[in-house]
């Protein structure tokens, strides 16, 4: 985990090298794997921008929404939208 200082300066970044840096490490994790990955999707901000950075990409990467049962009807019917795979 890089300390503060590490964290403060990667938070000064401007958005496109954000971007770029996340990119940079989806193409290591898929390659890294041999393209069997999956993107855990719970339908929060977090996870729909981790979709799509992966989409552009690699647009075959499936989504996977661990439904509990819990969850909101309108965050499931976002998770069916995107094309996510229902498992319990």
């Keep these: ?9 990667y938070q000064a970044l401007p958005l496109i090298a954000k971007v770029r840096m996340s990119q940079a490490r989806i193409g290591e994790w898929y390659n ?9 999707f719970s339908g929060g901000k977090d996870s ?11 647009p075959d990467v499936p989504l996977v929404f661990a ?3 819990l969850e909101y009807p309108e965050i499931q019917a976002f998770a069916r939208k995107m094309g996510a795979e229902f498992i319990r």
């Design 1 to 9: 985990m890089p300390d503060k200082g590490v964290l403060r300066q």
């Design 32 to 40: 890294h794997w041999d393209g069997n990955v999956h993107v855990s």
């Design 48 to 58: 729909t921008v981790l979709a799509h950075l992966v989409h552009e990409y690699y």
């Design 67 to 69: 439904n509990t049962g």
